[in-house]
C-alpha cells in the first residue's frame, strides 16, 4: 500500500483532531498536532515554550523559524515512513514550501491537503462554549457536552476554566489569522491539485465517511 501523507486544514474548532483520532485508527498513521506539540513545550517551560508562549496567548502565529525545524524533524521520525496526518502544519506559505521541499529531498510528496470548511460564527460558538478542567485536562461544551454540574469536573469535581486561546475575543482573532493565512494556502494547494473540501457543519460520522471516500478514491487514482 503506498503512503498516506495528508494535511488537516481548517479553522480551529473545526473538528480536525476528531477527525484525526479516527483517521489514526484506521490507517495506523502518527498524527503531528503542532498545537499539541507548542502547548505541551508551553507546559513543561522548555526552550520552544518560553519563545511560543506570548506568541499563543495572543492568538498569533508563532515565527516560522521556530516551527519548521521542529516539524521536519519530526517527520523523519521512522514511524512516519508510511505516512503522517499533520494538523495545524503548515500555516504559512513559507511553511508549505518549507515541507514540499523536505519531503522531495525524502523522495515523497503529499497525498492529499484535505480542508474541513465550517463557517465563522459555528466556530465561535464552538470554542467559546468549551471549558477544560484545571486537574483532570477533560474538555466540555456548555451547549454540546455539559458537565453534571455547572462549573466542575464529573471526574474528580476539580474548578472548570476557559483556556485564555479560547475567550471568544481571542477565537475572532484566530480566526482572522486563520483566513488571512489559509487563504494563500487553500490557493496553494488548489493549484497543485492537492486540495479536497469537506463540509464540516455534518455530523462528525459523516465527515469521517466523507475524508474515508475521498482517500479511498485518491489511492484507486494513484494504481490507474
Ligand atoms: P492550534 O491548536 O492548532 O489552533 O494552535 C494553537 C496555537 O499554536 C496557534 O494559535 C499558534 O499560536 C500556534 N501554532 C500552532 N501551529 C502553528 C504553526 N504551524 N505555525 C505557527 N504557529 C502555530
Known amino acids: 500500500m503506498s503512503e498516506l501523507n495528508l494535511i488537516l486544514l481548517g479553522p480551529p474548532g473545526a473538528g480536525k483532531g476528531t477527525q484525526a483520532q479516527r483517521l489514526i485508527e484506521d490507517f495506523q498513521l502518527p498524527y503531528i498536532s503542532t498545537g499539541d506539540i507548542l502547548r505541551a513545550a508551553v507546559t513543561e517551560q522548555t526552550e520552544l515554550g518560553k519563545k511560543a508562549k506570548g506568541f499563543m496567548d495572543a492568538g498569533d502565529l508563532v515565527p516560522d523559524d521556530v516551527i519548521i525545524g521542529i516539524i521536519l524533524e519530526r517527520l523523519a521520525d521512522p514511524d512516519c515512513r508510511d505516512g503522517f496526518i499533520l494538523d495545524g502544519f503548515p500555516r504559512t506559505i513559507a511553511q508549505a514550501e518549507a515541507l514540499d521541499t523536505a519531503l522531495v529531498d525524502f523522495g515523497r510528496h503529499l497525498t492529499a491537503a484535505i480542508l474541513i470548511e465550517v463557517p465563522d460564527e459555528d466556530v465561535i460558538k464552538r470554542i467559546s462554549g468549551r471549558r477544560v478542567s484545571v486537574k483532570t485536562g477533560r474538555v466540555y461544551h456548555v ?71 475521498t482517500i479511498a478514491t485518491l489511492r484507486l487514482e494513484e494504481t490507474l
Do not use: M
Not at 457536552?145 to 479560547?166: A, F, T, Y
Open 143 to 213: 451547549d454540546f457536552d455539559p458537565p453534571k454540574h455547572e462549573d466542575r469536573c464529573d471526574v474528580d469535581g476539580s474548578r472548570l476554566i476557559q483556556r485564555d486561546d479560547d475567550k471568544p475575543e481571542t477565537v475572532k482573532h484566530r480566526l482572522e489569522v486563520y483566513h488571512q493565512h489559509a487563504e494563500p494556502l487553500i490557493n496553494h494547494y488548489e493549484a497543485t491539485g492537492l486540495l479536497r473540501r469537506i463540509d464540516g457543519t455534518r455530523a462528525p460520522t459523516e465527515i469521517h465517511d466523507h475524508i474515508r471516500a
